[in-house]
């Protein structure tokens, strides 16, 4: 069964390749289709070809340079392809064109954090808090960042929050532990840890 999956798998990878280099040839003999740049970044996203993908959105860019989430797709790609600056950059374009997107905000906390540019994240997390306030995925960033940043008691009043929501969310629990131990809590942090 495992076999079956791996070789559906490859045979799914190896139809969008030959499919990326059939859009290429699309891109090249007419470069202002921009239906064929969005199919082609998006062959590439499936692959993980995140270079290739960042690609595909510029070029996309290029003809509709307003796009809020072309500029939000560029910048994703840039990340996983390990040009932060570059990422950075197109999220900060792309909350010039919506200021009150969360996910830009939240991202770009990931850039800053990936970076160790503790602050920045951290006030970036909080501007996407403040638009979702919700959102258990960047509390717990935030959170994270937080304990990296040696601020403890904020860590763990983020993960206190994901846990008045759902009580057994272990990675909460995890920062909540961790928070505590650095208040020198530890009968606390054991409590949490089991």
Known sequence: RKGYRDLARRL???ALARAAVQYEEVVRLRPTDGQSLLN???IYGQLRKHTEAARAWGLYLALDPGNFEAHVQR???LLMAG???EAADALKTALELQPGSARAYQILGDIYAGAEQDDQAILHYRKALEIEPGNVRIRLALGEVLV???RPQEAFAEAEA???ADAANRF?????GRALRDLRRFAEAEAAAD
């Open 75 to 77: 910048g994703t790609h």
């Open 148 to 150: 990296q940043a040696k």
């Open 12 to 14: 799914a990878e190896e």
């Open 40 to 42: 082609l970044a998006g």
């Open 83 to 85: 040009q932060s600056d």
């Open 172 to 176: 909460a629990l995890d920062l909540k």
């Open 162 to 164: 994901v846990l008045a």
